[in-house]
């Protein structure tokens, strides 16, 4: 059984930063891609970002493009998400999910949660002042 596991939310002041972390388990195999998704109150689950394990390639949404980084460590099976310049809009829930590269990795899909086939149990980040 997959289990995705995130760690380093909190609270932090507007600009600050923060490194998300989600370690997989249990995958039988490599040929994977993780989601970074996130919820805030009163809306929408959305795609932040997404990473092939593989090789690394990514995709952003455009609200964090510049201020989010995703990436991995294939050692450890653990899939960071590095977030700079936070503002109050990146409050939020946020899950990592796991779905197999050919059916998640793609411009039209891989923000799209229902083709994610495991999701950790999230973590809370808050940005405020």
């Known amino acids: 059984q997959v289990q995705l596991v995130e760690s380093g939310g909190g609270w932090v002041q507007p600009g600050g930063s923060l490194r998300l972390s989600c370690v997989v388990s249990?995958?039988?195999?490599?040929?994977?891609?993780i989601g970074w998704f996130r919820q805030a109150p009163g809306k929408e689950r959305e795609g932040v970002s997404c990473?092939?394990?593989?090789?690394?390639?990514?995709y952003y949404a455009d609200s964090v493009k510049g201020r989010f980084t995703v990436s991995r460590d294939r050692t450890t099976n653990t899939v960071y998400l590095q977030m700079n310049n936070l503002n109050v809009e990146d409050t939020g829930i946020y899950y990592c999910a796991q779905g197999t590269t050919f059916r998640v990795f793609r411009p039209d899909r891989w923000r799209m949660g229902p083709y994610y086939d495991y999701w950790g149990q999230g973590i809370q980040v808050t940005v405020s002042s």
């Open positions: 990473i092939s394990n593989t090789d690394g390639r990514t």
């Open positions: 249990g995958s039988v195999t490599d040929y994977y891609a």
